[in-house]
């Protein structure tokens, strides 16, 4: 009888394990306001992207080798321009878009705007920029 117990008690929680996944979050809304990206840089939107943070631009020229443009995650992989340019156009615009720098050096870099987390890599003739979120977004 107590082995009963058991695989009862087993097949159970096996059930409750093998539940239906919880369906994704849906994506946010996309947002009306339209901003500027600053002299010499281009708006994600512009270069195709629906999701990421408003405003949000990189260097006028990239040439985008491969992308990803989820709700909670946006990246440009790149072969132009350099690693270098695309750190020096941040640098200088990244306040201006709504980012701080967390971190700066060897080719790579670090960012938040406290909703999207940001994240510049080089090494050769390849960068990438990756945006990402875990958030919801609220009201």
Request: hydrophobic share 40%.
């Amino acid at each position: 009888m107590h082995r009963i117990g058991i695989a009862l008690v087993a097949a159970l929680a096996l059930a409750g394990c093998s539940a239906a996944p919880a369906s994704p979050p849906e994506p946010p809304a996309p947002s009306v306001t339209v901003t500027a990206a600053p002299d010499g840089g281009v708006l994600l939107s512009d270069l195709g992207y629906q999701n990421g943070p408003q405003g949000f631009s990189v260097p006028n020229g990239t040439e985008i080798t491969d992308r990803i443009d989820s709700y909670n995650n946006v990246t440009l992989i790149f072969t132009a321009p350099s690693g270098e340019d695309v750190a020096q156009y941040l640098r200088a615009n990244l306040t201006t878009m709504g980012f701080e720098i967390t971190a700066d050096d060897n080719g790579s870099m670090l960012f938040t705007n406290g909703h999207w987390q940001g994240a510049l890599t080089s090494t050769g003739g390849l960068a990438a920029v990756s945006l990402r979120t875990d958030r919801e977004v609220t009201g």
